[in-house]
């Protein structure tokens, strides 16, 4: 009896990943007017899946007038759990790009440790329409997100590793 009563006790306290997007808020992206400075990018993202409920700050920056906005290898978040990275030939400019995001957690349903380890990628596109932009006589552009706008990133893989 102690037994069965132990075994439904931890069923009932596990989590399980349930998540289907990501939020992405607070977009800023910045574009100079002078080109020894970079043009950045800067957003929350925050993965509201019961299991993980984590939020945390991305950022990059790259050469003005350049296609060396970061592609390939995903670029850590502030929470190193999570990362980031445009789609190939996923920037256009300033106020139009994918975003390509991983979060790492545990999730204790698909193993014992190390075998609990898994890996959500999401995307999402940003549009002029999500943006409002403001440039100054001097070429500089400051784009941003209005109020509290969240654009959703759907999940479209999962891999669990050790």
Sequence with gaps: ????LHSAAS????KRF???YYEVTNVHTHSPSNQSDNVTIEFTVRDPDPL????????GSWPLDSNAYPTGGYLPCT???????FADNGFTNISSFTLQMEHSFKDPSMG????DHVTT??????????MDCVGAASGQ???KFPGKETVEAPIWATIAKR
């Design 11 to 14: 069923r009932a306290v596990t």
């Design 79 to 85: 929470d190193v759990s999570f990362a980031w990275v």
């Design 112 to 115: 014992p440790p190390p075998y």
């Design 52 to 59: 993980t409920n984590s939020t945390t700050t991305c950022n």
């Design 18 to 20: 349930t998540g289907t």
């Design 121 to 130: 990628f999401a995307h999402t596109d940003i549009k002029p329409s999500n």
């Design 141 to 143: 552009t400051n784009c």
């Design 1 to 4: 009896m102690a037994l069965l």
